[in-house]
């Protein structure tokens, strides 16, 4: 199964883009800074996994490396959104 980290994609374009990789079968990812939005977009798409991210700050981003690593072992692509 493909892998793909989707930033920013708890609402808008990242998110249209997150559930349609989701749809064609690929393990998603998410991150956005907006936790709320992020929950409301993890109960709504099925098996999007997703974690809060500040991409601006590196420490979050070292964060998310980790989860991604931890929850998909790797990525096949990147939608920097």
Known sequence: MKRVLVTGGAAGIGLAIARRFAAEGWQVLTCDVD??????????????????????????????????ADQLGGVDALVNN
């Open 35 to 68: 936790a709320a939005a992020l929950g409301k977009a993890l109960d709504d798409v099925p098996g999007l996994l997703g974690t809060v991210c500040d991409c601006s700050k590196a420490s979050d981003v070292g964060r998310l490396f980790a989860v991604l």
